[in-house]
């Protein structure tokens, strides 16, 4: 098991360089990002003109260029923990089925590495350490960018999945998982102390970057999609507005105020009979 955790550190520590180049071009993409999304508002509001779309394309190419970084910087973190950890996890468990000295190679409550932890206390510590290191980390260098915020939630939603999903594991792996998750903490931790990022050449976001809401991403399908239905809509309310009265409106108009008359008449008549007949009795 000890020689699993000094292995850890030691492949991990040889990423470093890699990992703070990941770190620079990760904040600078952060940096970045604001002018970047004036382009694409531009290129928005000109609408589907293919020439301003390549005007566009040509900024953005030079943006990049200028700060020296690639629409697929972010995946480069992937690229960098992914080969190692598919490397560790298979070999781990090819050696824990095949080796004999995994079976007492452990200490404590484990001291067999090539079975599964029967208390949970691995999947637990891995779960917790993998937690803790999302909440200080996840946001290193994408301060302001709405996308950390998802990738964070999703994060926590693995942390709380993996002790479901890797209490059968042996124990040798958790071994290396759990070396492997305090290295990163340790690590995000050192470069939150003031003074190491620039030390280190990592360019500083400003604060107002990182407070202000972000402007979101223009979709320019969505974009041109709630244009067309804006004009339709326009289109169909013009056409169902009337312009002048139409015959119907003017019968049904002369028709009732005709026999409103009639009916005041009518009462008016029926009132003079009435006195007409009182007065004859009076008289006789």
């Not at 005007?55 to 190419?61: A, I, L, T």
């Not at 943006?63 to 960098?80: N, R």
């Not at 484990?110 to 949970?120: E, G, I, N």
């Not at 312009?243 to 105020?257: G, H, L």
């Amino acid at each position: 098991w000890a020689s699993i955790a000094v292995t850890t550190f030691l492949i991990r520590g040889s990423t470093l360089p890699l990992l703070i180049n990941q770190l620079k071009a990760t904040t600078k993409m952060t940096l970045m990002r604001p002018r970047l999304e004036e382009i694409k508002e531009r290129m928005a509001s000109q609408g589907s003109d293919s020439l301003s779309m390549t005007d566009g394309q040509n900024e953005m190419k030079k943006l990049f260029k200028e700060y020296g970084v690639t629409p697929f910087t972010p995946l480069k973190g992937l690229f960098i923990q992914g080969p190692i950890f598919v490397s560790f996890f298979l070999a781990i468990s090819t050696m824990a089925e095949k080796m004999p000295s995994f079976k007492h190679g452990g200490a404590y409550w484990f001291t067999d590495l090539s079975t599964p932890d029967s208390l949970y206390i691995f999947p637990a510590l891995t779960a917790l350490t993998f937690f803790i290191t999302v909440e200080c980390n996840m946001q290193e260098g994408m301060e302001g960018n709405p996308a950390a915020k998802t990738m964070k939630n999703v994060s926590r939603v693995l942390a709380a999945l993996t002790v479901p999903f890797t209490m059968s594991f042996p124990k040798a792996l958790f071994c290396y998982w759990i070396t492997s998750n305090l290295f990163s903490l340790t690590y995000g931790l050192v470069l939150k102390a003031p003074g190491v990022k620039k030390a280190l050449g990592v360019p500083e976001i400003p604060k107002e970057a990182a407070v202000t809401t972000p402007r979101p991403s223009i979709d320019l399908y969505t974009a041109l999609k709630q244009t067309l239905k804006q004009a339709k809509t326009a289109s169909q309310q013009s056409a169902s507005l009337p312009v002048e009265p139409t015959k119907a409106s003017n019968q049904r108009t002369s028709t009732s105020s005709s026999s409103s008359s009639s009916t005041i008449n009518q009462r008016l008549r029926n009132l003079e009979k009435q006195v007409k007949g009182r007065k004859k009795n009076k008289k006789r």
